[in-house]
């Protein structure tokens, strides 16, 4: 199985930043970003696939960022001009398949979140 561990969350104030990194225990082919805020489902915000393909929720567009490292370690989440419904856990999810969507059913792998709350 691969291994997944969040890193970064935090408080901040409103239109604040803040980047949230996951660490992978090995190589997949895809990876994304997920919150889920108490009360809600689990949305998808972000995804990356290895040839780069990037896809951000309508909601985050233009303010999130998605990348990786050189080595495909570590993905990241750079988050600009945070907002009060950006409050969240935010999860990293890995799967094998190339082109998968922000549906949660796409992902195999799963972290165990890291708390972002936006105040």
């Known amino acids: 199985d691969v291994q997944l561990v969040e890193s970064g969350g935090d408080s901040v104030e409103a239109g604040g930043s803040l980047t949230l990194s996951c660490e992978a225990s090995s190589d997949t082919n895809s990876w994304a970003w997920f919150r889920q805020a108490p009360g809600q489902e689990r949305e998808g915000v972000a995804l990356r696939t290895k040839h780069g393909i990037t896809t951000y929720a309508d909601s985050v567009k233009g303010r999130f960022t998605i990348s990786e490292d050189n080595m495909g370690d570590f993905l990241y989440l750079q988050m600009n001009s945070l907002k009060p419904e950006d409050t969240a856990v935010y999860y990293c999810?890995?799967?094998?398949?190339?082109?998968?969507?922000?549906?949660?059913?796409?992902?195999?792998?799963w972290g165990h979140g890291t708390q972002v709350t936006v105040s």
């Open positions: 999810a890995a799967t094998y398949n190339y082109f998968p969507s922000l549906r949660p059913t796409d992902y195999d792998f």
